[in-house]
């Protein structure tokens, strides 16, 4: 006989199918999550939410991505009902040694995971909800650190000094880098200032030849610097710089001993040519309007001219320095007048002129050339060199006792007529004079005449 009441035996009913179901269900965590089977089977004997939010999928960076390592973040899609998210990185896909970060975003800031290294990193997600129900792992992302610039080498400038026609400048080097992108090529003076266009040289194989050139003839005197950029594809810029002097000035040159007169013999210039480059060359050539009928040359600095020719002579001289830069048609110049002579003054009649000169006047020949037309006065056959053009003994100035050119010229001077006296010719003179006495003597002989009478 069942000794068991109805409500024992109804309790037992219900202890049982509360045991199957708790056996059930740990059964099928187990089955389905093998490594979260105890940790979740007494929740979801207890609470009514035990079902884990939905796998996120990572969207940055993309698989292979070449980063730097100054801004590394992860990111994913959100996924319904979870609260938190967990993003962890390592360098290696078994995740050993890795670090984790729990956000409510759906981004993490990695950074300062990141070593200072060129290695592949690996990075996944889990989503976690209210409940501590957490999703599976996302799949598995990888990218790349590149944490060094382009890499330059043999960066070489062709020339330390250029100019003059040797101007041609070549740059020349290699760049490497694994994401190289671009390079360019900038020239600058010593104030900053850019003096050429900017080379740029884009979308290039690794490693990339250098190879660039400019005329540095067509630049103003100046040190230039020449500037290789590099770029990769991450951002990293390595630079490259080279300097260059550029001369395109000429010697400097000076000559002396030339605007005189010689008489005979040769003459020959003093010439100071100086130059930072240095005096390549001498080039003398000859005026083709110089009285030698020969073009005489000449490569020394320092020539003897032997003029054979009376007349002006021209000479030219043209300085290189060692950089080809030319300084031309320095002049040189003289006149040869083998028969500039004294001519000696002509004789004076003292008598009529003794007053009108001081008595301490002084008497000096006058140099004239010995082609000169003696039927002109001497005023107009004086020389033209300073010093010698003193005329009737007077000497130029203005000191007592001395008279200038003109002032015994102007009172009485031989002319091509005769003597004249305050530029009136003599017997202009007799004449005038004979004039005024017989009109003296009709008007005399008017004022005393008698008047006749009338009757």
């Known amino acids: 006989m069942d000794t068991q009441t109805p409500i024992l035996r109804g309790a037992k009913i219900v202890l049982f ?113 209210a409940a501590k129900n957490e999703s599976d792992w996302s799949q598995t992302r990888s990218f790349t650190t590149d944490t060094a610039g ?67 003839g067509v630049f103003p005197s100046d040190t230039y610097t020449v500037t290789l950029t590099a770029s990769d594809a991450v ?28 008489k005979s013999g040769s003459i020959s210039p003093t010439v100071t040519a100086t130059d930072p480059r240095g005096i390549a060359s001498y080039a003398w050539t000859s005026d083709d309007r110089n009285p030698d009928a020969q073009d005489l040359s000449y490569t020394i600095p320092e020539p003897t001219f032997s003029p054979k020719v009376e007349g002006t002579y021209r000479y030219y001289l043209t300085v290189t320095d060692g950089l080809g830069n030319v300084t031309a048609n320095v002049l040189f110049s003289f006149d040869y007048a083998p028969d500039l002579a004294a001519v000696p003054l002509p004789t004076i009649p003292t008598d009529n002129l003794g007053d009108k000169l001081a008595t301490n006047a002084t008497l000096f020949p006058a140099a004239v050339s010995s082609n000169a037309n003696p039927s002109r006065d001497a005023q107009s056959e004086l020389g033209t060199s300073s010093g010698i053009a003193n005329v009737l003994g007077s000497t130029i100035g203005n000191a007592p006792g001395q008279l200038s050119p003109t002032d015994g010229a102007s009172v009485i001077a031989p002319t091509s007529g005769g003597w004249s006296i305050f530029g009136v010719l003599w017997y202009w003179w007799i004449a005038v004079i004979g004039v005024l006495g017989t009109a003296t003597y009709f008007i005399k002989k008017i004022a005393f005449f008698p008047i006749a009478k009338h009757s």
């Open 150 to 216: 382009p890499v330059i080498s043999d960066f070489v400038l062709s020339r330390a000094i250029a100019g003059g026609t040797q101007g041609l400048m070549s740059v020349t080097g290699s760049v490497t880098d694994p994401s190289l992108k671009r390079y360019d090529i900038i020239i600058t003076n010593s104030a900053g200032t850019q003096v050429q266009l900017p080379a740029n040289f884009d979308d290039l194989s690794t490693p990339a030849t250098v190879s660039y050139g400019f005329n540095a």
């Open 17 to 129: 199918l509360l045991a199957a179901i708790a056996l059930t269900v740990m059964i099928s965590v187990s089955l389905t999550r093998p490594t979260r089977a105890v940790s979740i089977s007494l929740t979801c004997v207890v609470s009514v939410d035990c079902i884990p939010p939905a796998t996120p999928a990572g969207t940055s960076p993309a698989a292979g991505t070449l980063l730097g390592t100054n801004n590394v973040a992860l990111a994913w899609d959100a996924v319904p009902d979870a609260a938190s998210y967990r993003a962890c990185i390592a360098n290696n896909t078994g995740f050993t040694n890795q670090a984790c970060q729990t956000v409510s975003g759906t981004s993490a800031d990695v950074t300062s995971a990141i070593s200072a290294s060129d290695q592949t990193w690996y990075w996944r997600v889990i989503a976690v909800d």
């Open 235 to 262: 951002g990293h810029q390595t630079v490259a710089t080279g300097n260059v002097i550029v001369d395109n000035t000429g010697p400097t040159v000076g000559i002396t001993g030339g605007n005189t007169i010689i």
